[in-house]
Each structure stands twice: as structure tokens, then as C-alpha cells.
């Protein structure tokens, strides 16, 4: 009996204190002024339009901010995260919120200094250059600028963003990197593990220096109008999980070195002028799942080393050049 009145006691008086905890906690997260009326200015930078978005779940996330109960705190609202300590605006999400308008280097988000995360993925900015106050916001490790109708040459300041490990620029239609291109880029965004460049214009081969982005993940380059060989020092980037090169005008032969590339799981050469033999080194790409070589000239026997790649679910060999027998381990 004694003892259990104790237990209970002990109960009573944790959970009071975890509950104080928790209070003063998120009072700590309370927003700066000149953050909460930077992302005021901005929510009124923009309209509003449901057909900005693509998405069949999209909805304007800003629409409550300075409506809510306690709207004087920023870090409650809907897309923002706060630091715990500091107070300051580190993530915001407003991908898929059905902004709509053009955005320049005045925009007040670019006040947003502490930001480490930004989306602002599948909206409609209405052909807008990327600011190039962008580096401004120099914390960032995740930008995700998606599906969001920017254009024209990605400017030299982005690159300054030397934190970056996921960059997402794709499907944007009539963006461009070629001065600076994606040599420059490969210089500086070394920490890069995430690159999607998908749909940018490039209009250049695969420059060397791309291998020494050795943390590479995964590595989106489709319909990027590159051109020219694959180097094969491509075969260092043995991080890599997803490699897509397809719908470009690469040509010549895949060097031996991707059979190093023994993390990949979808690798898409679909839709370019490859020739030649499919090297054997294939057969050491055990974890792949998805490989499309289809639309090529690939020519020769099918190397009976593919039936090794036992995870394999979808492989696309056509529009090619193949003949011979398949192998029975195939
Ligand atoms: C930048 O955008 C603001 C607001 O949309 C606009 O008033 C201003 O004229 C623009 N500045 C430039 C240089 O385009
Ligand atoms: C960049 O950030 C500083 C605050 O650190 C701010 O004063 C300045 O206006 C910002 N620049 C732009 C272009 O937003
Ligand atoms: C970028 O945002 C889009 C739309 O929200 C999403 O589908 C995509 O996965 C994001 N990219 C990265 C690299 O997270
Ligand atoms: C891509 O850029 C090149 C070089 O600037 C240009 O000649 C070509 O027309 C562009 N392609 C498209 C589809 O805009
Ligand atoms: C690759 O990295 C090395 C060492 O960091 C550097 O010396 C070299 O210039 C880089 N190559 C390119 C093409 O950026």
C-alpha cells in the first residue's frame, strides 16, 4: 500500500515536471519579428491559385499564418520549423501550397538567413530567374526548387551555397546551366548526395570534375541535352543508388568501371546513341532492381553475366542491336 502510494506520488510529480519541460521548451521556439513579418511579406508577395500546383493533394499551406489563436508565433505555423533554442526559421515547406506570382532578389525570403532546408517545389512562379539573393542563404543543405516554372541561366550564386547536399532543380522546363555550367557546379557543391537536374538545359558532356562529387547518392540527368562520352571515372562514384542519364545524345560505349558502381539499384541509359557490347562488369551490379538500356545501338551477345543480378524486377533491352542466343542463367 505504502509503496504504491509512493509510485503514484513519484508518477504524479514527473509528469508535472515533463509537463513544465515541455512548456518551457516551446516557449524557447517563439519566432524573431523580423522572421515573422518576412514570411508575411512573402505569403503577400504571392497569390494564391489553386492551378499553380500540380499535385492532386496541394492546398495553400500559408493560408492561416496570422489567422491562427497565437499567431504572433511564426514557428507554429503550418510549413515552419523553428530551432528549439534559437528561434529562428531553419525548414520551410511550401511545396505544393498553390503559390503563384514571380519572385525576385528583393523578395523577403531571402531575409530568411538560417534556413537549412527550403521547398518551394510545384508552385507557379511564372517563368521567374532564381534570385540570385539566394545566397543569402548560405546554411542551406536541402533545396528543393521542383516543378515550379523558373527559366533562364541558374545563377552563379547558387553555387555559392557550398552546404548543399540535396539540390533539386528539375522539371522546371526552361531553366539552363551553362555559364556557369555543370563543371563549375561539380567544383563547389562538393557535399552534394542528392542532384536532380532533370529537364535543365546543360548542352555539355559529363565534365571530369563531376567525379568529384564522391558522395553522390543519387544523380538525376534526364533530358539535359548532354552529349559526348561517359568518362570512366564515372565508375569512382560507387555511392551512387540511382543513376538516370537517359533521353540525352551520349554515344560511344558504357566504360568497365560501372561494374563498380555496385550500390545502384535503377540505372536509366534509356533513350541516347550507346553502342557496343554491354561490358560483363554488369554482373557485379547485384543490387540492382531496374535497368533500362532500351533505344540504343547496343550490339553483341547479352553477357551471360546479367543472370546474376538476382533482385532484378524490370530490364528493357529493346530497340537495340542484340542477337545471339541468351544464356540459360539468363
Ligand atoms: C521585384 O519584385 C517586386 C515585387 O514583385 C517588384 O515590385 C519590383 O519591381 C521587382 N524588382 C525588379 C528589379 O524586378
Ligand atoms: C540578406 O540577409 C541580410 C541579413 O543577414 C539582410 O539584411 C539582407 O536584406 C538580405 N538580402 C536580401 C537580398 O534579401
Ligand atoms: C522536391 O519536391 C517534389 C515535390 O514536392 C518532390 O516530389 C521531390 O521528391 C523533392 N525532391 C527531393 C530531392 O526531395
Ligand atoms: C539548349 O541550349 C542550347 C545552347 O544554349 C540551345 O542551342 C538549345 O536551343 C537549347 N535547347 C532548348 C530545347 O531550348
Ligand atoms: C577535384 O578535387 C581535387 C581535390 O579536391 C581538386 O584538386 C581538383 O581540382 C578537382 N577537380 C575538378 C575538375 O574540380
Not at 115 to 135: H, M, R, Y
Not at 150 to 164: A, C, R
Amino acid at each position: 500500500m505504502g509503496l504504491s502510494l509512493i509510485s503514484l506520488f513519484t508518477f504524479v510529480f514527473l509528469s508535472f515536471l515533463l509537463f513544465f519541460f515541455h512548456l518551457a521548451s516551446s516557449r524557447q521556439s517563439f519566432c524573431h519579428d523580423n522572421e515573422h513579418s518576412a514570411l508575411l511579406q512573402f505569403k503577400e508577395s504571392l497569390a494564391i491559385d489553386k492551378s499553380a500546383s500540380y499535385d492532386a493533394s496541394a492546398y495553400p499551406k500559408t493560408t492561416h499564418w496570422n489567422l491562427e489563436e497565437d499567431s504572433s508565433d511564426c514557428c507554429s505555423w503550418e510549413g515552419v520549423k523553428c530551432n528549439e533554442d534559437t528561434g529562428y526559421v531553419i525548414e520551410l515547406d511550401l511545396s505544393s501550397s498553390c503559390l503563384y506570382g514571380s519572385i525576385n532578389s528583393t523578395s523577403t525570403l531571402f531575409n530568411l538567413v538560417h534556413l537549412q532546408w527550403l521547398s518551394i517545389a510545384d508552385n507557379d512562379f511564372d517563368g521567374s530567374k532564381i534570385p540570385s539573393a539566394i545566397n543569402n542563404l548560405s546554411k542551406l543543405s536541402h533545396l528543393n526548387l521542383s516543378f515550379s516554372v523558373f527559366s533562364g541561366q541558374i545563377p552563379s550564386e547558387m553555387l555559392e551555397l557550398s552546404k548543399l547536399e540535396s539540390l533539386d532543380l528539375s522539371k522546371n522546363g526552361l531553366l539552363q546551366l551553362q555559364q556557369p555550367g555543370l563543371e563549375s557546379l561539380a567544383e563547389k557543391l562538393t557535399n552534394l548526395k542528392v542532384l536532380d537536374l532533370s529537364g535543365v538545359n546543360i548542352s555539355s558532356s559529363i565534365p571530369h570534375g563531376l567525379t568529384n562529387l564522391s558522395a553522390l547518392e543519387f544523380l538525376f540527368l534526364e533530358s539535359c541535352e548532354l552529349e559526348g562520352t561517359i568518362p570512366s571515372s564515372l565508375g569512382n562514384l560507387n555511392n551512387l543508388i540511382r543513376l538516370d542519364l537517359s533521353q540525352n545524345n551520349f554515344w560511344g560505349i558504357i566504360p568497365f568501371s560501372f561494374g563498380n558502381l555496385n550500390n545502384l539499384i535503377r540505372l536509366n541509359l534509356f533513350r541516347n546513341n550507346f553502342w557496343g557490347t554491354i561490358p560483363s562488369s554488369f554482373g557485379s551490379l547485384n543490387n540492382l532492381i531496374y535497368l533500362d538500356l532500351s533505344q540504343n545501338n547496343f550490339w553483341g551477345i547479352i553477357p551471360s553475366s546479367l543472370g546474376s543480378l538476382n533482385n532484378l524486377i524490370h530490364l528493357d533491352l529493346s530497340d537495340n542491336n542484340f542477337w545471339g542466343k541468351l544464356h540459360t542463367s539468363i
